[in-house]
């Protein structure tokens, strides 16, 4: 069983950083989510949840909201995946949740399916 657990939330201001952690753990077999692209999800009060970045071993991809702002990288040998976020906006304000899917598109928002059980994701919240 494949799992999520995603850090690093908290409450800042308009303008200042933070960086989410997910750690993914679970089986490691060569169809294994682990192996899989993976993405970062936010859902905003009142929102439904939507893809916002996603990385493969050849590239990275951002919806126009985060482009310039957010940097996702990931940590193979660690199994975690990282989400830098510079620059946030009230707008900004979201449980975040990572997922391994099934592929990255530049449509970012076209990815809805996670290849396993959500995480109970990390909240930020942005102060103006």
């Known amino acids: 069983q494949v799992q999520v657990v995603e850090s690093g939330g908290g409450l800042v201001q308009a303008g200042e950083s933070l960086r989410l952690s997910c750690t993914i753990s679970g089986p490691t077999s060569l169809n294994s989510p682990i192996n899989s692209p993976m993405a970062w999800f936010r859902q905003g009060p009142g929102k439904e949840r939507e893809a916002f970045s996603c990385i493969t071993q050849a590239g990275q991809y951002y919806a126009d909201a985060v482009k310039g702002r957010f940097t996702i990288s990931r940590d193979y040998a660690k199994n975690t995946l990282y989400l830098q976020m510079n620059s946030l906006k009230p707008d900004d304000t979201a449980m975040y949740y990572c997922?391994?899917?099934?592929?990255?598109?530049?449509?970012?928002?076209?990815?809805?399916?996670?290849?396993?059980?959500w995480g109970q994701g990390t909240q930020v919240t942005v102060s103006s």
């Open positions: 997922a391994a899917v099934r592929f990255c598109t530049t449509r970012v928002s076209d990815i809805s399916h996670a290849r396993h059980d």
